[in-house]
């Protein structure tokens, strides 16, 4: 390798998995760092070496088309000039005589569609840059099954800045795993690598930059962590309901006052289809309500009111109010369904719109409800927790309303009902 090639320390594990003996086990390599903090840098020159030294074949991503040939691949373009490494550049490919890095963007149009991943076979690399775009785990996954050699070791890179902890990124490979996030190490399958600009050689960068980096440290310590240092962010700002303001709780022995279930039906792509089952408890002199479960699903109506049916019965629901949609099909199917005789189906149809709702009862959401600690055990209950703690002042919430929507409607008839 060229001296003017500097490589910090911190990358240095990723280049040993080029030795397919190294940690055999490691297929999966999660990369996070702020701004100058050399992860693009180092990875292109790691992608160029498996190429020209290690006849690996790589797919070089990121999610959208746009900019993969303006920034994705002049970046690994300039290593082969930076190592002296002789290879045949064109516009999207990079080859080695049989073997090339590809450059290809994931979605393929304005929709969420994936490229079709049987044209990405041959590769043992899979790079994608700013991995934070990637919508979901289990667009992750249809590429990792991709990555299928039979002859060398087979490794996946995602690079990322990191954004919110709600993030599927954070969430399958940081929390699952025990970790906080800014770690280098490894953990079963998985590699961690984590820089900032700490790590990088301060002469090469502008001195306007570090300054500016400095003044930040003291104005916005929040912004520094995240942006320059590379930090997962706990609460975004504009968040109506952190998971900060929300109550966890074992369910009380008592017997409950009051049973009923809110849903909120969409027949609208992409919409949520929650439905909260709710148990009202005095507790000392205050009146509380707690979220026994949910229906959190993209099913459609008539799934989902199967569904509601039988935990009706099995919570013992008294009545069940859902927002009545067109002529209020979901409360007729219900109706028909075989549901306790002792659970009254309460069609509504509301006057005001949902955000007026939603800004009207949210702190009472936050002061009176409660809802299960181990909410994480169930995954549906967790997408719903997700999607409450998503709902911001400062976006326009698209398929964000559903979970805060039907807990203000509860909050609204709960508070009805006890004159609160």
């Not at 911001?392 to 008839?413: F, L, M, V, Y």
């Amino acid at each position: 390798m060229s001296n003017e090639v500097k490589i910090s320390d911190k990358f240095e594990p990723l280049f040993r998995l080029l030795d397919d003996t190294y940690h055999p086990e490691i297929d999966t390599v999660i990369i996070t760092g702020g701004r100058y903090s050399l992860k693009s840098y180092s990875v292109s020159i790691f992608s160029l070496l498996a190429l020209t030294d290690y006849q690996w074949d790589v797919l070089y991503t990121r999610y959208t088309n746009e900019s993969i040939t303006d920034s994705v691949k002049p970046e690994v373009s300039d290593k082969a000039e930076l190592l002296g490494k002789v290879v045949n550049d064109t516009n999207t490919h990079i080859e080695k005589g049989s073997n090339r890095i590809a450059f290809k963007g994931i979605k393929t149009g304005s929709k969420q569609q994936t490229a079709n991943l049987k044209s990405l076979s041959g590769f043992n690399l899979f790079v994608n840059d700013e991995a934070e775009e990637l919508p979901d785990y289990k667009t992750f996954k249809k590429i990792f099954y991709s990555i299928r050699s039979t002859s060398k070791r087979n490794l996946n890179i995602l690079i990322l800045n990191p954004t919110t902890k709600d993030h599927w990124i954070f969430q399958e490979f940081f929390e699952k795993k025990g970790l906080e996030g800014g770690e280098n190490c490894i953990v079963d399958n998985v590699m961690y690598i984590h820089s900032s600009y700490l790590d990088c050689d301060f002469s090469i960068m502008p001195k306007n930059i570090l300054a500016d980096y400095q003044r930040l440290k003291e104005e916005n310590p929040d912004e520094y962590e995240n942006i320059v240092m590379g930090g997962w962010i706990t609460e975004p700002e504009g968040i109506l309901l952190p998971k900060s303001k929300l109550k966890f709780a074992t369910f009380p022995p008592e017997k409950a006052l009051y049973r009923f279930a809110v849903g909120d039906p969409s027949n609208k792509g992409g919409d949520k289809f929650p439905v909260m089952f709710c148990e009202i408890y005095q507790i000392e002199s205050k009146v509380i309500c707690f979220v026994r479960d949910v229906i959190h699903s993209v099913d459609g109506v008539d799934a989902t009111v199967n569904r509601t049916a039988e935990k009706l019965e099995f919570y013992k629901s008294e009545q069940i109010f859902y927002e009545s949609n067109g002529l209020g099909l979901s409360a007729v199917l219900l109706q028909q369904k075989n549901k306790p005789a002792f659970c009254a189906v309460v069609p509504f149809n509301s006057t005001e719109e949902k955000d007026v709702r939603i800004l009207s009862f949210y702190e009472f959401v936050a002061s009176r409800f409660y809802f299960g600690e181990n909410y994480k055990s169930n995954k549906e209950y967790s997408a719903f927790i997700s999607d409450l703690t998503s709902y911001s002042r400062e976006s326009d919430n698209k398929h964000k309303k559903d979970a805060i929507d039907c807990a203000c409607q509860a909050a609204k008839i709960m508070k009805l009902k006890y004159k609160l």
